[in-house]
């Protein structure tokens, strides 16, 4: 019995450890086509004849597609599970990009960027929620510098189609070709997904889904909501607006403002690989609380008023170091908070909140510095740093009361 035990054990442990490997490999080619819109857009401009702030419309609808599959996907995930929900996801991004790489009209690229926001929204919150159910701290922190690592690699393969003379469709093509075989080998999994739930009382196995309404009844969550809009608000504002910001107000020169605002994608993605070494050591609660004293270091030194430039390059740096923990913990925390049986719908409503502070708030600052002052940029960041210290401490409280 001892020895029949021992295999089952040694089974499972394999069976995970390969599921591990593909949500990995999902976690890239999720963020492979997240920077393709911004690395092409200058040549489609001419090509579909539009004016340049078109790509907003582009990105809000992807946008709206995610927030709209992320609110879904309690109900999707505990219908269908979580591998086949990852599974059609990432075939309906991969028929999405397909048709970005056909096509000649800017209005249909408008259509194709509904199911490619739904497949993305969907595959994030059900990968995240999965994750954080069956796997320790350290691999979500591995699973979001993943993401990065594909973020990274898709504008590299763009240039490489543009610079080629193959065009930014090729560019498309190419990620829409490893999308496709990333479904195909997710389709073959499902058997593999199938037998690591079995047996398991994991989410999939909860009854009825308790939806946005009774996910919001629960004591913390709006707390938690409101601290992930705020980060998610902080990441893309700091990211956006940094190169503008050291060029206009610091008087940096373009090309080293380029690379200094690129260093703070780079101080998120390593990060996030060094966290995921001390991570369980620390725990979730503390790695929020590194992350969050890291980022108000970086924003006083953005903010500092000397001459000396050097500072808010530093700065920069610090900030992307610091944001790096926040995410994949907050998210990995979410289940021990509020309840395995409760995190598939709070975290896609994460997942939605994160959206809307990604998509709303830098556009907001950019009418601050274009009518204001750009110089506002550390202060504005600062608010929502302020704000996910204080959420994420409420719902800390809150947990420990419970």
């Known amino acids: 019995m001892s020895a029949m035990y021992r295999g089952q054990e040694c089974e499972e442990l394999f069976v995970f450890s390969l599921l591990l490997a593909i949500i990995y490999i999902a976690f890239i080619s999720l963020g492979l086509p997240d920077s393709l819109l911004g690395s092409a857009w200058p040549l489609m401009v001419g090509e579909l004849d539009v004016p340049l702030s078109y790509a907003g419309i582009i990105t809000m609808t992807i946008s709206a597609g995610t927030i709209i599959s992320s609110l879904l996907s309690d109900k999707l995930t505990r219908k269908l599970g979580a591998g086949l929900v990852t599974a059609i996801s990432v ?3 991969a028929g999405a990009l397909l048709g970005f ?22 595959v994030d919150a059900a990968l995240n929620n999965y994750v954080a159910l069956h796997y320790a701290s350290r691999h979500m922190s591995w699973l979001h510098c993943f993401w990065g690592v594909g973020a990274t690699v898709g504008p590299y393969i763009m240039g490489w189609a543009i610079s080629a003379d193959h065009g930014w469709r090729s560019g498309y093509g190419i990620v829409s070709a490893i999308q496709i075989l990333l479904a195909v080998g997710l389709f073959l999994s499902l058997p593999l ?3 690591a739930n079995s047996g398991s009382a994991d989410e999939e196995n909860y009854e009825a889904p308790i939806g946005l309404g009774g996910a919001l009844k629960i004591k913390g969550v709006k707390a938690i909501l409101i601290a992930f809009f705020g980060y998610c608000a902080f990441e893309s504002t700091a990211g956006l607006w940094a190169s503008s910001y050291l060029v206009e107000y610091r008087g940096v020169d373009a090309e080293t403002a380029a690379f200094f605002a690129s260093l703070f994608y780079l101080g998120i993605t390593a990060g996030r690989f060094l966290s995921g070494f001390v991570a369980d050591r620390f725990g979730d609660k503390n790695m929020i609380r590194i992350g969050v004293v890291l980022m108000c270091i970086g924003v006083v030194l953005v903010a500092l008023p000397v001459k000396v430039v ?12 610091g944001a790096a923990p926040v995410y994949p913990s907050v998210i990995h925390s979410t289940p021990t908070h509020f309840g395995k049986e409760n995190s598939h719908a709070i975290v896609g409503i ?36 302020l704000l996910l210290a204080v959420m994420t401490e409420r719902v800390n409280r809150i ?4």
């Open 310 to 321: 050097g500072t808010a390059l530093v700065g920069l740096v610090v900030l992307g170091v």
């Open 193 to 195: 997904w199938r037998k």
């Open 101 to 122: 790489s056909l096509t000649n009209s800017f209005w249909l690229l408008c259509v194709l960027a509904v199911p490619y926001g739904l497949g993305a929204g969907a």
């Open 91 to 93: 075939s309906l991004t």
């Open 399 to 402: 947990c420990e009361a419970r």
């Open 350 to 385: 994460q997942m939605a909140s994160a959206y809307c502070g990604s998509t709303f708030m830098p556009p907001l600052f950019g009418l601050i510095a274009q009518h204001v002052n750009i110089v506002f940029y550390p202060y504005f960041m600062a608010i929502f740093v």
